[in-house]
């Protein structure tokens, strides 16, 4: 499927400046949006409408990924020395919680989605997602095929945006629906960009170019 044909692109809606370089880590949390920042290694929260900073942090590490859960915020952190990976804990308006820590499994993983219940991750060049239990541990383990660099829920579906490399179709967005039986990678459009990060406001999906330091909210074709 990921070779099909004709795949419709995105239909990009916005665009709007990063609030700091290198914008990689993404959560929408109905209203405002979570940016953090590959380079600084700072979250920043923005207001999508003026472009204004509300609030700003240190993360603890390079922030790589980032879900809403509930009224928080959980990323996965790179550690500065090893680039081991663990999820973290984060209120808006206090910052990161230091006793909330949870090691990704094999030390590794990028992108983060909740479907409501539970946590999901990515692990990009393992080519699969986990279905995460309380303890960070994998519960189920879907493997998707293709290098996975941004991700987020929607309805039943699970959107991936997916890197093919720079020779082989560049990025892509698919989704799987967990749900199903045999969950399976269904491609639905092409990215004119490099979309590291997903995230979804109920109507539209959010992701960063990262390269133009520029966040772009996008509408995927009907599928």
Not at 203 to 214: G, I, L, V
Request: aromatic share 8%; net charge negative.
């Amino acid at each position: 499927m990921i070779e099909a044909s004709h795949l419709p692109a995105v239909a990009e809606l916005v665009r709007i400046p990063s609030p700091a370089p290198a914008p990689q880590a993404l959560a929408h949390d109905g209203e405002h949006l979570w940016i953090g920042s590959f380079e600084t290694s700072r979250i920043y929260g923005l207001d999508p409408i003026h472009g204004t900073v509300f609030e700003q942090t240190s993360a603890p590490g390079r922030p790589i990924g980032a879900t809403m859960l509930g009224d928080e915020m959980r990323f996965v952190i790179a550690d500065g020395d090893t680039d081991d990976r663990t999820i973290r804990r984060y209120v808006p308006g206090h910052g990161f919680k230091s006793s909330d820590v949870l090691p990704c499994p094999d030390a590794t993983g990028s992108f983060l989605a909740y479907d409501g219940t539970d946590l999901w991750l990515s692990q990009r060049h393992l080519r699969r997602v986990h279905r995460l239990d309380a303890h960070g541990a994998p519960a189920r383990t879907i493997d998707v095929g293709k290098e996975i660099i941004g991700l987020a829920w929607s309805g039943e579906r699970l959107y991936c945006s997916l890197w093919l490399g720079s020779k082989t179709g560049r990025c892509r967005i698919g989704y799987v629906v967990p749900s199903s039986p045999a969950p399976a990678l269904v491609v639905v459009a092409t990215l004119p960009f490099v979309g590291v990060s997903l995230a979804c406001d109920g109507e539209r999906f959010w992701t960063n170019d990262f390269k133009a330091n520029e966040i772009v909210a996008y509408a995927i074709p009907a599928a």
